[in-house]
């Protein structure tokens, strides 16, 4: 009886299929988007918390002065995408991980999707389409740029 024993560098799985590796770039996103959320995250804790008054400061004027300006907007929503995508892709990674019925992970992937992309559409027209001077508001507490009427 003879035993062979295989070349150390034969792969033990089939090689991997042509394609577009989706897990390995769902990896290297959650990577990348960490860190930068890290950047977007502090910045806007720093400036809402540390700059000026600090919270005390923090009213609809406030928050209307800071979506008034497009750097703003583009910097809540980059945060606002980022935060989604990655904590979506999080919870698709525990649902792959734990989910033993194929047909209850297609479902909870689903539900993960469909409530990204909600909140994702829904938040991204509350920062484009926030008015920080509304009609018939009282001159004390809308922004300092607004008209009075």
């Known amino acids: ?19 577009v590796n989706w ?13 930068v959320l890290v950047v977007l995250i ?3 804790l720093f400036v809402n918390l540390m700059v000026g008054d ?6 609809f004027a406030f928050v209307g002065g800071k979506l ?3 750097f703003w907007q583009w910097w809540d929503v980059a945060m606002l995408w980022l935060a989604l995508i990655h904590g979506s892709n999080g919870m ?16 909870l992937k689903g539900a993960i999707f469909v409530s990204a992309v909600v909140l994702i559409v829904l938040g991204t027209l509350v ?23």
């Open 92 to 107: 698709r990674t525990l649902v792959n991980d734990y989910s033993r019925n194929q047909t209850v992970g297609k479902i």
């Open 54 to 59: 600090g919270v005390s400061a923090i009213d």
């Open 1 to 19: 009886m003879t035993t062979t024993i295989d070349a150390p560098r034969t792969p033990i799985r089939p090689a991997p299929k042509k394609g």
């Open 42 to 44: 502090f910045g806007h």
């Open 23 to 35: 897990e390995k770039w769902g990896w290297i996103y959650m990577r990348a988007s960490g860190v």
């Open 68 to 70: 008034s300006s497009p």
């Open 127 to 149: 920062v484009f389409t926030f008015d920080p001077c509304p009609a018939g508001a009282p001159a004390d507490l809308v922004a300092s740029f607004c008209p009075t009427s």
